[in-house]
């Protein structure tokens, strides 16, 4: 039989145990050492390279309700993207 352990994200301890799951299926931890909770890896739903076409069509004078409609993304997302890039 093979058991995985899991460590907390914010403290390290392994007293961890389930509950719950997300809207999207996986599984959510309790930290009994610190009280952390939520996913052991966060999926923040897009990955490097979808995000970097997104704003390439920007710069190349897309505007912001054209990216909404064409790739399905928030206005605000994109702005934040924006706002944080240099």
Not at 31 to 43: E, K, R, S, V, W
Not at 57 to 75: D, K
Request: hydrophobic share 25%; net charge positive.
């Amino acid at each position: 039989m093979i058991t995985e352990t899991h460590t907390c994200t914010r403290c390290g301890s392994d007293h961890l145990t389930r509950n719950g799951k997300t809207k999207a299926g996986k599984q959510k931890f309790r930290c009994h050492a610190c009280g952390c909770y939520g996913t052991l890896t966060p999926d923040y739903g897009y990955n490097l390279e979808r995000k970097t076409e997104i704003l390439r069509a920007y710069h190349e004078r897309s505007s912001l309700r054209g990216l909404e409609r064409t790739f399905g993304v928030a206005r605000q997302t994109v702005s934040a993207w924006l706002k944080k890039s240099p």
